[in-house]
């Protein structure tokens, strides 16, 4: 259903009858000025032409009033963008047949010259054609103006949603390959380490945990996503053991800042894929973390083969992606330093405002 609001729409938002009545000594009032000015400036022509001025205004709005009140709405005109033509008709319409009728009205009562014979008759059509054209323009204007209005909002908040949406699809990247890699960890340390498995179960849901929870929030604690991927590299440990080699620099005053949810995950896992799942002597994952004046500086950095940026390898790239994206949901200042060559590792750093500091929004 088409909810676009038209010409039609737009009367209906008029002022009641009652109101028609008290405002309409103010709509006289400039053509009252304009028509006395040209009658001849006297005071007699103003006052004249006032109460001219005001029987038009009354009938004219009146009229319109009750078109759009009840003529329209019998008439079932369709309320849509393509219905503008017949119901701007119809106004056009009832708008030169209420100017006759105020014409008419002012030869009985007011001025009995005012037609002044065939000429004046034709003189007044023009006359209310004119101003009829003329307001109806305006109307028309508006309509179209409102529309354009409601149109951008409408798109924004499509926009808004998708965006949303995509933001749910990157919170739920989970890939299966860890979910079994944890399994078989897990499995096999069921019958010689008892409390390591249970130690990995605990933590895996933990991870799942915080997976669903953060899907709700457009922000989370740092503290709280350091803790999410502090599991995740237990459970990497747990599978790779000492090939895996964790280093933390974090500094002390960040666990209140206000993070997106699983922004590092994806760095993470490709510092443990690259640099410790493809080489036998493993290798070494470090996070740093600190305040670099009113922003925070996050980095993740592995001595694997590193890659020349621009051309990464498939991981690399989705996971960099990913992170891009995570940062233009959450919109503000940011940016995503990529520091690597082959042979030497690499070095990604994420840079956000740290912002206030408080509960996950």
């Keep these: 259903m088409n909810t676009t609001e038209t010409?039609?729409?737009?009367?209906?938002?008029?002022?009641?009858?009652?109101?028609?009545?008290?405002?309409?000594?103010?709509?006289?009032?400039?053509?009252?000025?304009?028509?006395?000015?040209?009658?001849?400036?006297?005071?007699?022509?103003?006052?004249?032409?006032?109460?001219?001025?005001?029987?038009?205004?009354?009938?004219?709005?009146?009229?319109?009033?009750?078109?759009?009140r009840w003529l329209v709405p019998a008439l079932r005109v369709p309320q849509s963008d393509e219905a503008w033509l017949p119901i701007a008709a119809i106004y056009l319409a009832t708008s030169l047949l209420s100017t006759y009728v105020s014409a008419y009205l002012t030869q009985r009562f007011l001025l009995h010259e005012f037609f002044g014979g065939t000429r004046g008759i034709v003189a007044t059509g023009l006359f209310g054609l004119l101003f009829s054209l003329l307001f109806m323009g305006i109307i028309m204007a508006r309509h179209y103006y409102r529309t354009a209005v409601l149109r951008a909002a409408q798109v924004?908040?499509?926009?808004?949603?998708?965006?949303?949406?995509?933001?749910?699809?990157?919170?739920?990247?989970?890939?299966?390959?860890?979910?079994?890699?944890?399994?078989?960890?897990?499995?096999?340390?069921?019958?010689?380490?008892?409390?390591?498995?249970?130690?990995?179960?605990?933590?895996?849901?933990?991870?799942?945990?915080?997976?669903?929870?953060?899907?709700?929030?457009?922000?989370?604690?740092f503290?709280?996503?350091?803790?999410?991927?502090?599991?995740?590299?237990?459970?990497e440990q747990a599978r790779?053991?000492?090939?895996?080699?964790?280093?933390?620099?974090?500094?002390?005053?960040?666990?209140?800042?206000?993070?997106?949810?699983?922004?590092?995950?994806?760095?993470v896992e490709n510092a443990v894929r690259y640099a410790v799942s493809t080489r036998e002597e493993g290798g070494r994952v470090r996070i740093e973390a600190a305040r670099d004046g009113d922003r925070l500086r996050i980095t993740v950095a592995d001595d694997g083969?590193?890659?020349?940026?621009?051309?990464?390898?498939?991981?690399?790239?989705?996971?960099?992606?990913?992170?891009?994206?995570?940062?233009?949901?959450?919109?503000?200042?940011?940016?995503?330093?990529?520091?690597?060559?082959?042979g030497h590792g690499a070095r990604v750093t994420v840079v956000l405002p740290c912002g206030p500091a408080g509960a996950a929004s």
């Design 7 to 68: 010409p039609y729409a737009e009367t209906r938002k008029a002022p009641s009858f009652l109101g028609i009545l008290l405002y309409s000594p103010l709509w006289a009032v400039p053509f009252a000025l304009f028509f006395g000015f040209l009658s001849g400036g006297s005071l007699g022509h103003y006052i004249l032409s006032y109460k001219i001025s005001l029987l038009f205004t009354v009938v004219i709005r009146v009229t319109i009033y009750s078109t759009a």
């Design 156 to 221: 924004e908040r499509i926009r808004g949603e998708l965006a949303r949406a995509e933001l749910r699809a990157l919170r739920a990247q989970v890939h299966p390959h860890f979910l079994f890699n944890t399994l078989n960890s897990i499995a096999a340390l069921i019958g010689e380490n008892p409390p390591a498995a249970e130690d990995l179960v605990t933590r895996l849901g933990d991870v799942f945990r915080y997976s669903l929870t953060s899907a709700k929030h457009d922000h989370v604690r």
């Design 223 to 235: 503290a709280d996503e350091l803790e999410f991927v502090r599991n995740c590299l237990a459970i």
């Design 240 to 267: 790779f053991g000492g090939r895996l080699r964790l280093e933390e620099v974090i500094a002390p005053d960040l666990d209140g800042i206000l993070v997106p949810p699983l922004l590092l995950q994806p760095l």
């Design 305 to 342: 083969p590193g890659f020349t940026p621009g051309t990464a390898p498939g991981g690399h790239g989705v996971g960099l992606e990913s992170v891009r994206e995570r940062l233009r949901f959450a919109g503000g200042v940011h940016a995503l330093e990529i520091d690597s060559r082959p």
